[in-house]
């Protein structure tokens, strides 16, 4: 079983930035994608950033240019740098990841979500 834990997460002013983590530990083969999502009060759920392997990164347009998504494969983390944030990026985040175990079961996991707060 894969467990995602999530970190970063807090309140900021508008313009400022927080950096997410997202650290997968357990028995893992291989992660095929690393991905963000939020949900803010009232709303689905969207898709924010993904990382393929191999792939090509997707940024919903709502972030692009303001928010970078990245990963340490050797630590099986994925990271969510966020810069010139704005009021309406406050959500609780959630990384989702993607793969294989040893066992070579596919599995896709969701971290527990962390809150992020943007006050104008």
Not at 54 to 61: L, V
Request: hydrophobic content about 35%.
């Amino acid at each position: 079983q894969v467990q995602l834990v999530e970190s970063g997460g807090g309140s900021v002013q508008a313009g400022g930035s927080l950096t997410l983590s997202c650290v997968a530990s357990g028995a893992i083969f291989r992660i095929d994608n690393m991905a963000w999502h939020r949900q803010a009060p009232g709303k689905q759920r969207e898709l924010v950033a993904s990382l393929p392997s191999g792939g090509i990164t997707y940024y919903a347009d709502s972030v692009k240019g303001r928010f970078t998504i990245s990963r340490d494969s050797a630590k099986n983390t994925v990271y969510l740098q966020m810069n010139s944030l704005k009021p309406e990026d406050t959500a609780v985040y959630y990384c989702n990841l993607g793969g294989q175990l040893p066992t070579m079961r596919w599995f896709n996991d969701w971290g527990q979500g962390t809150q992020v707060t943007v006050s104008s």
